[in-house]
């Protein structure tokens, strides 16, 4: 029991930060990053077995945008999402119940034949491997997963601190716990590569400023720049995906 309470609360705290990242203004829809952060999430989901459905598990959910966007993408490859978030409501999660996206306050009990997506999650607990075993303890039979995190600790900003972040990750900090965690990564890579120089330069700027307010960097875009940058964005998750150099984000995936 003690072990449940502990998971609902990591998930919840990892759910509201995600929902707090959004601002007014940010369109999930229409917005560069959302956009581009989901290409790689669909192309490994894509290179899936398709012999099956599979179970969508959005660990840490917010808003559920990612399931959501899976499960309009590939409505025949998929049984069933659920959205993971202790926030959700007695009524939310009846009226979800008879749906394919299903609204829970924890993780099922059962996890087999599933995709579990953790869209930057582990930065915000304190203890990541703890998230990931309790993960593993409820799998059976062969299940995949896809995790992203922020990337490299030069980057940390107020972005950070506004976030509540614990860390931000390299490739092989991140491949330690997975692998400590008996996860199987088949890729881990570094994503928006191209964007670090800029990202970097203008973090350095911006921790040089004396007592820098502690809110969040994502904002709505120009319609143009927000063009421009997702097209830079969707080449750099559609090709580059061997880049073991730098990026803002680190993307692993495998089994367990």
Request: aromatic share 14%; hydrophobic share 40%; with cysteine.
């Amino acid at each position: 029991m003690l072990k449940i309470l502990y998971l609902q609360r990591l998930i919840n705290y990892a759910a509201y930060m995600d929902i707090k990242e959004i601002p007014s203004g940010i369109d999930q829809d229409t917005h560069w990053y959302y956009q581009s952060k989901k290409i790689p999430l669909f192309n490994y989901f894509e290179s899936l077995p398709n012999d099956i459905q599979y179970d969508i598990i959005d660990v840490g959910s917010g808003t559920g945008f990612f399931a959501e966007e899976l499960l309009r993408a590939f409505p025949y490859k998929i049984y069933r999402c659920y959205l993971i978030d202790t926030e959700y409501t007695a009524d939310e999660i009846k009226s979800s119940a008879n749906t394919r996206l299903i609204k829970q306050n924890k993780i099922p009990n059962v996890i087999s034949n599933s995709l579990v997506v953790m869209m930057d999650v582990l930065e915000h607990l304190e203890d990541d491997k703890k998230m990931l075993n309790e993960i593993m303890v409820n799998a059976v039979n062969q299940n995949y997963f896809f995790i992203t995190v922020p990337a490299f600790k030069s980057l940390w900003s107020v972005h950070d601190e506004y976030l509540c972040h614990f860390r931000r990750y390299t490739i092989s900090s991140l491949r330690k716990v997975l692998t400590d965690s008996n996860y199987k990564t088949n890729s881990i890579y570094y994503l928006y590569g191209i964007l670090f120089p800029l990202v970097w330069l203008g973090r350095k700027i911006s921790n040089l400023l004396p007592n820098p307010e502690i809110k969040s960097e994502m904002k709505a875009a120009h319609p143009l720049l927000n063009k421009i940058l997702f097209s830079i964005c969707r080449f750099d998750a559609n090709h580059l995906t061997k880049n073991k150099l730098m990026g803002v984000s680190c993307v692993a995936y495998g089994k367990f």
